[in-house]
């Protein structure tokens, strides 16, 4: 009797799950709908947000807090036909929406598309809420994975999860150290009016689509030392940072845009904001881009200036920095920002360093 390879198993379990998954597209288009069915997870790029992400749930939030879960959901149950006003991911939510449409019409048949998928700790008597406020506002959102009070941060990889968004810097944490991009949201104070045809995305470098490794030397050895080791390591490429897998996949899909020469009208821009000096150390970063393979629409070097003025002008959906003085800074002005906790900056606040609780002996 012949053994079967390792190889030739998971070529077949590949292939029974193309079966699988035709079979099922097969039956699909046979029901008359003009719902957007979701695409398969293995092509497509995952959204995991939490639902207070996606919705203000603050004051449903201190009803937890302050009396326990019975109460929260029971609150939730009398009120789930109140729709739940937008949080901080709701306008970036609908601008993938709006690129999903722009593909669609491009390429109908094709499975290249963003899934969202709300990733909750809620119990399951609260989704009644959330769906019929996903429902009012006409979102796309079909996957839902409501744990029931413990961390779904275990399903992130199940789901193919390309980029996870929450409130919870905890749950943050633990996805970028399972490897999966990772942000704790914020909202601004006031409200920005942003565009309603283009996903606007704006990263940091270092600790967000670098690695912290020149910012390392800077919080040790100083402005100097790091100009120095940025012109002799030009050449060599930084390694990847937490949310560097996200901005290949929003590359993917710019991609099939140019190919339709579609370029100058692509629903997706992509913004690198940078405290980095240009003519001192922006050469290394762009080259590394150049690396990859991955393109950035604009690049600011700031050489220290201020985010938020600049943010304010860019208008991003979705800011991602690794300092939090920076995302306070851009809040403030009226950015939706994303902390990254990510790196030795998190040891520091405005280049100071802060003090780490003594080792218990």
């Known amino acids: 009797m ?10 077949a379990k590949d292939n029974n799950e193309d079966q699988d998954w035709a079979a099922a597209k097969a039956f699909f288009d046979s029901l ?14 995952t959204i995991a947000v939490s639902s207070r ?13 302050e009396e326990g879960v019975e109460k929260y959901v029971a609150f939730q149950v009398e009120h789930e036909n109140e729709p739940l006003s937008p949080g901080p991911a709701f306008p970036f939510v ?7 449409s722009r593909l669609r019409q491009l390429y109908p048949d094709s499975e290249e598309l963003f899934d969202i998928v709300l990733m909750t700790n809620n119990h399951a008597q609260v989704g009644v809420r959330l769906i019929n406020s996903i429902n009012h506002y006409g979102l796309t959102i079909e996957r839902f994975c409501m744990t029931g009070g413990q961390s779904p941060i275990g ?20 996805a970028i150290e399972e490897g999966i991009a990772a942000a704790t949201m914020f909202m601004p104070p006031s409200e920005c009016e942003l565009s309603d045809t283009q996903l606007r995305v704006a990263f940091d470098g270092d600790a967000v689509l670098f690695s912290d490794e020149s910012e390392i030397i800077v919080k040790k050895h100083g402005l100097d030392t790091f100009f120095e080791h940025e012109k002799e390591f030009e050449n060599k490429p930084l390694a990847q940072g937490p949310l560097k897998c996200f901005l290949e996949a929003l590359g993917k899909l710019q991609r099939k845009f140019y190919a339709k020469d579609e370029r100058m009208n692509c629903p997706i821009r992509t913004f690198l904001v940078t405290a980095r000096s240009a003519a001192s150390s922006g050469a290394r970063v762009l080259k590394t881009l150049r690396s990859w393979g991955l393109e950035i629409d604009e690049a600011l070097f700031l050489a220290g200036a201020p985010k938020g003025p600049l943010l304010q002008k860019i208008k991003p959906h979705i800011f991602f920095d690794d300092q939090m003085f920076h995302i306070e800074g851009a809040k403030e002005l009226g950015t ?6 990510y790196g030795i900056g998190q040891k520091y606040h405005k280049g100071k360093l802060i003090e780490q609780p003594a080792e218990k002996k």
């Open 94 to 100: 609908k601008a993938l929406m709006n690129v999903n």
């Open 155 to 174: 399903y992130l990889k199940a789901y193919m999860t390309n980029l996870y968004l929450s409130k919870d810097s905890e749950k943050v944490t633990g």
């Open 32 to 45: 008359k709908t003009k719902v957007p069915r979701p695409p398969k997870p293995q092509y497509a790029v």
């Open 2 to 11: 012949s053994e079967i390879k390792p190889e030739e198993t998971a070529a």
């Open 336 to 341: 939706i920002s994303a902390h990254v906790p």
């Open 53 to 65: 992400t996606l919705f203000n749930m603050v004051a449903e939030r201190k009803i937890y807090e």
